[in-house]
């Protein structure tokens, strides 16, 4: 179930940070100590690291089925990118119409803001 975490955090939350999973260089992503067949101390047994993609970067993440500004976002994006890229465009609506029964149900589940 969605937390409906877009209505909280900023820019910097660790949500829209994006990574990739570098495999742990002393067990080589086995999470394991052979010598001493004990969980790999360096990356705690879970094989790898994840590190920013490119830390210089800029993105931003929409969870396109779970928060309605999202899905304002996806729909202008693909507005804005048809031009150039019509297959994109042509693939963010379809994965906007594929998701709206998913969106509709979890917006009926969304919280009811108490009046102050
Ligand atoms: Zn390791």
Redesign the pocket.
């Known amino acids: 179930m969605p937390d409906f975490d877009y209505l909280k955090g900023g820019l910097l939350t660790p949500k829209y940070l994006i990574h990739k999973w570098v495999?742990?260089?002393?067990?080589?992503?086995?999470?394991?100590?052979a010598q001493v067949d004990l969980s790999?101390?360096?990356?705690?047994?879970?094989?790898?690291y994840p590190v920013q993609v490119d830390p210089e970067a800029s993105y931003f993440v929409l969870r396109y089925d779970a928060d309605p500004n999202a899905r304002a976002a996806l729909l202008t994006y693909s507005e804005s990118i048809r031009p150039v890229n019509d297959v994109l465009a042509d693939d963010l609506l379809r994965a906007l119409a594929t998701t709206e029964d998913r969106f509709q149900a979890i917006m009926a589940t969304l919280p009811v803001a108490e009046p102050e």
């Not at 495999?23 to 100590?33: A, H, Q």
């Open positions: 495999p742990c260089e002393l067990c080589d992503g086995t999470g394991r100590n790999c101390g360096a990356c705690h047994g879970r094989g790898g």
